[in-house]
């Protein structure tokens, strides 16, 4: 919850120029007040658009809620869903996370469904227990061709805007691990065309370290998205 419209737009004006030309590919997800504005700026651009989150019906009685067909409606391509703040702070269930999932598949959105452990359950061995458990409910009745498609976020819960960040080795063995468990929900080759990222504190500094692993295809970034020096993660997952 960052930034005003014009805010935004200043942002990803100065972001732009230091990122033209990247190879990798870059998407803002803003806040839905942002959404408009940042279409506009990002014209001309290579750049998509996600949102934070959305509500699984199109339409109805549903007061403040968010529905696909709307942000498909601003250009929007891409939506987080199961962050663990809105797991943690809005008591989200993988219940709903995956009536959201199905949602965001049938109107052509590619969801970047969120898992992580908590410290305690790290501390507990019980880390891939749990989020095999939060993959697999998330993603209960989408078959291999829908899943082809969507995108999965590590983020140690524990790691979020703390400055601690796990290491690139655990990092490494918990996204290795969520690839294992997706071979046996699909396939091997569905499992390894699933881009898996890891998001914790990254930054311009441990990026490229992180990036350099296997099964880490790139990050979610947080707070680091909101300086231009964001430009050094891109460049860095090159």
Request: proline share 3%.
């Amino acid at each position: 919850m960052n930034m005003t419209p014009d805010e935004a737009v200043k942002l990803i004006s100065e972001l732009w120029p230091l990122i033209k030309g990247h190879e990798a590919e870059v998407i803002y997800c803003v806040p839905f007040v942002d959404i408009s504005s940042a279409q506009s700026e990002l014209k001309g651009s290579d750049v998509k658009l996600g949102a934070q989150n959305m509500f699984y019906e199109d339409k109805g009685a549903f007061t403040g809620e968010i529905s696909a067909p709307m942000l498909k409606s601003l250009g929007v391509s891409h939506v987080i869903l199961g962050h663990s703040e809105r797991r943690m702070l809005f008591s989200e269930t993988d219940e709903l996370i995956n009536k959201k999932m199905h949602s965001a598949i049938s109107h052509g959105l590619t969801p970047i469904l969120c898992c992580g452990e908590t410290l305690r359950q790290r501390e507990a061995g019980v880390t891939m227990e749990h989020i095999t458990g939060q993959i697999g409910a998330d993603l209960k009745g989408i078959d291999k061709e829908a899943a082809a498609d969507i995108i999965i976020a590590y983020e140690p819960v524990w790691a979020i805007g703390t400055g601690r960040t796990a290491t690139s080795s655990e990092a490494e063995e918990v996204c290795a691990g969520i690839r294992q468990y997706l071979s046996v929900l699909y396939d091997q080759k569905t499992a390894e065309g699933i881009r898996i990222l890891y998001g914790g504190s990254v930054n311009a500094g441990n990026a490229g370290e992180l990036f350099g692993m296997p099964d880490i295809d790139g990050g979610l970034i947080g707070g680091a998205s909101l300086k231009a020096e964001f430009a050094d993660i891109v460049r860095a997952a090159e």
